[in-house]
């Protein structure tokens, strides 16, 4: 699942940030691309006129792109967005949106697109020259921020706006972007005063630096690894296509054999196949005790972190981060959390004893193996799995050739949604990157990247990111000739897929097909938006825990059979996939739900813990206690675990969705909204699934609106009532059938 997901945009903070860590997120496509972006070229010029990040007239100039850039572009525009500021509280200046507020956004946007590019480069083609350039100028401009999110004035021209006549004239989504606004400054620290005032800043300072840090030793601690097997018979079991990426890797080093690491599409198919256990157990000692060691050992940033966090909510006269977190999201208290993934893990976790029982028995009569440990559990689930249902995932991967998944997503959302998606070109950073169109009756309604698949200087996972989002431009004269009045938002689609080997198309897992469904729901939040007003058009302004609603929608299609057939043909024969595999595969669709409905309950129950307890660390000059974060995850498993990693195991140390990304005490949400996504998608079920009103309703209701109401109330308008939860349980196989 996603290491970044979309966060609030308050129309003055930076595109795609959350208010409250708005200068850092982590990682979270093309027809030129003369040379990868970040990449210095001698000579060049790096003066305001050739500066890639300061040139904002249409899309990202990549390939022109040059770490060197980034410290001129960001002071400038620094600068720049300072003077709007100061402009913006002037007494003169009128407390209307026209007067201050659009003025003010135009020069932050241009801040945060720029930063922006740099935050996404970082995270897709990291390089030691570009994180230097990052990290040297990350300082300023959380800085910026956070003066802007403290500024008295400016919150008071926001109170003044709201509580005077021109409140009532203005539109619904510009009415959300003032309330927004207002909170976020109270969220920002605009209340405070010294010397708390100057001690949130320099706390926000320091969370943007660490987390910073907590992600670049994951992706450093993973790069470290790599295993290389000279003997060929320790590969039995592998898939011929991991054979061969394996080789292939081996031979990029300069070594003979084949090289094993810990990026996924190396990784799990040693998991699922390998019949040697000790390789198995290797890698996963590797992949669980990442960033455990010095230089990249993230327990003590962790600790930091959390500490941070702790004293940020208490200046601002919160309980608990927890508490703090929650204010703009859906659900109502930490309390309230925790009880509903305590009922969703009594409900699980009958099943999942079953799953393990089975899978235990299973282990020992069939593969020889009485002791059941960690890195048998993906072997055994597999061939049990080959058992029941007679199919594996390798044969299945054979029917999912990367374009041709392509062109069944984008039928499907033509389908839907009654726009079309072309190829497009523009500058990339990277060969492998591709750009998309997508357009409504005949006219261009967004475009897309698309960064499918793994390298080591990307970081894991797979998330959407903005890289603008839509508005309606001011009505001004000083507009050029030609540009249109609306800018049409424009998305980042990032997943780390085995790349293509031996000039053969990349082959997907049926998860891979999953996982590039639920980005693509991301983006169709973010490009298919009619907001006009910027702080909450497409995914910003969106709460948190709703956010995974079109993401998890999407998910469901890819178990339809009219799409799986459209996008499935065998990678030699070209045969569409047989209806009885198919068949196969809704049988065990469901197979260990119990299991991975408690792992993920596991995850979350232990973020909303960890974020709602007193500091886990001592004082900022005293040693933290090592081993505090892992009793509290330890609790969680005694209450809710079926199956119980070994000591060993830190997952905790490479858990960015909470220490660098944005789901501290917020991984809740997957779970939240997948309740939404069952319901909603139950819809479809009911009425008819290419119903072309139930479509449109789901592009009017929950799409095209953005952040520019309530979730709740968009669920409401589409579903015609409350959420219940037992879609979710029908679609999970979670249903006890009738004596």
């Keep these: 699942m996603p290491v970044s997901k979309p966060r609030s945009q308050p129309a003055t903070r930076p595109p795609g940030s959350d208010a409250r860590d708005a200068a850092k997120r982590p990682a979270r496509a093309g027809a030129k691309a003369p040379e990868r972006a970040g990449e210095a070229k001698a000579g060049a010029s790096t003066g305001p006129d050739d500066n890639a990040l300061l040139d904002q007239r249409d899309l990202p100039r990549f390939a022109d792109f040059e770490p060197t850039q980034v410290a001129a572009a960001i002071t400038e525009l620094i600068a720049e967005a300072r003077r709007a500021l100061e402009q913006a509280v002037e007494p003169s200046t009128l407390a209307t949106w026209e007067a201050f507020h659009l003025p003010l956004q135009l020069a932050t946007e241009r801040l945060g697109r720029a930063w922006g590019m740099v935050r996404h480069l970082n995270s897709v083609l990291d390089s030691p020259p570009l994180r230097q350039a990052f990290n040297e100028q990350l300082p300023a401009v959380t800085e910026f921020w956070t003066e802007l999110g403290q500024h008295t004035a400016l919150f008071a021209k926001y109170r003044t706006l709201r509580d005077g006549p021109g409140y009532a004239a203005l539109d619904v989504e510009q009415r959300k972007v003032v309330d927004n606004e207002l909170r976020d400054f109270r969220l920002g620290g605009a209340e405070l005063v010294s010397p708390a005032r100057e001690r949130y800043?320099?706390?926000?300072?320091?969370?943007?630096?660490?987390?910073?840090?907590?992600?670049?030793?994951?992706?450093?601690?993973?790069?470290?690894?790599?295993?290389?097997?000279?003997?060929?018979?320790?590969?039995?079991?592998?898939?011929?296509?991991?054979?061969?990426?394996?080789?292939?890797?081996?031979?990029?080093?300069?070594?003979?054999?084949?090289?094993?690491?810990?990026?996924?599409?190396?990784?799990?198919?040693?998991?699922?196949?390998?019949?040697?256990?000790?390789?198995?157990?290797?890698?996963?000692?590797?992949?669980?005790?990442?960033?455990?060691?010095?230089?990249?050992?993230?327990?003590?940033?962790?600790?930091?972190?959390?500490?941070?966090?702790?004293?940020?909510?208490?200046?601002?006269?919160?309980d608990s981060y927890a508490e703090l977190s929650l204010v703009p999201k859906m659900a109502e208290s930490p309390q309230a959390v925790a009880e509903f993934l305590e009922d969703l893990a009594r409900r699980a976790r009958p099943f999942a004893g079953r799953d393990l029982e089975e899978l235990r028995t299973f282990a020992a009569t069939e593969l020889g193996l009485p002791e059941l440990e960690a890195w048998d559990v993906p072997f055994a689930s597999e061939h049990l799995q080959q058992a029941r249902y007679a199919f594996s995932d390798n044969t299945v991967k054979q029917y999912f050739p990367l374009p041709r998944v392509l062109d069944g997503l984008f039928g499907l959302i033509e389908r839907l949604f009654s726009v079309r998606i072309s190829p497009d070109s523009t500058q990339t950073w990277h060969p492998d990157v591709k750009f998309f169109r997508i357009e409504a009756a005949g006219r261009l309604i967004g475009q897309f990247y698309l960064d499918l698949y793994a390298r080591e200087s990307k970081q894991p996972g797979a998330w959407m990111d903005d890289c603008r989002g839509r508005q309606k431009r001011p009505r001004v004269s000083t507009l050029p000739p030609g540009v249109d009045a609306v800018q049409t938002p424009v998305a980042y689609l990032v997943c780390n897929f085995q790349p293509p080997v031996g000039g053969r198309d990349s082959l997907l897992r049926h998860d891979d097909v999953n996982t590039l469904f639920h980005e693509f729901g991301h983006g169709l939040h973010h490009l298919l938006t009619r907001v006009g007003a910027l702080g909450v058009s497409g995914i910003s302004g969106v709460e948190w825990d709703a956010v995974e609603l079109p993401s998890q929608f999407m998910e469901n299609w890819a178990w339809e059979w009219e799409i799986v057939e459209s996008m499935s043909r065998h990678v030699e024969t070209g045969e569409p996939m047989p209806r009885e595999l198919f068949d196969k595969m809704i049988a065990a669709r469901n197979f260990q739900a119990g299991l991975q409905t408690l792992r993920q309950i596991e995850f979350a129950l232990f973020d909303i813990r960890l974020h709602g307890r007193a500091a886990l660390a001592a004082a900022p000059a005293g040693p933290a206690d090592r081993d505090a974060i892992q009793r509290v995850l330890d609790a969680v498993r005694r209450d809710v675990a079926v199956l119980i990693p070994p000591g060993s195991n830190r997952f905790q140390n490479s858990f960015s969705h909470i220490f660098s990304g944005g789901y501290a005490a917020g991984s809740y949400s997957y779970k939240w909204a997948e309740v939404l996504s069952a319901d909603c998608f139950a819809a479809f079920e009911e009425e008819g699934l290419f119903n072309a009103r139930t479509g449109s309703r789901f592009l009017d209701e929950i799409l095209s609106v953005g952040g520019s109401r309530p979730a709740i109330d968009s669920f409401r308008a589409f579903r015609g009532r409350e959420p219940r939860l037992d879609a979710l349980l029908r679609h999970n196989g979670m249903v006890e059938e009738a004596a």
């Design 201 to 318: 800043a320099a706390v926000v300072e320091e969370l943007a630096r660490l987390s910073q840090k907590f992600s670049e030793n994951v992706l450093d601690s993973t790069n470290a690894f790599g295993l290389v097997i000279a003997d060929p018979a320790r590969l039995d079991g592998l898939p011929a296509d991991a054979i061969e990426a394996a080789a292939a890797d081996a031979a990029r080093k300069g070594v003979e054999g084949h090289r094993f690491t810990l990026q996924l599409p190396s990784y799990l198919p040693v998991m699922q196949f390998a019949r040697d256990r000790e390789l198995r157990r290797t890698l996963y000692e590797a992949y669980t005790t990442r960033a455990t060691s010095e230089p990249t050992d993230n327990t003590p940033l962790m600790h930091r972190i959390l500490a941070l966090r702790e004293e940020k909510a208490h200046l601002l006269g919160y």
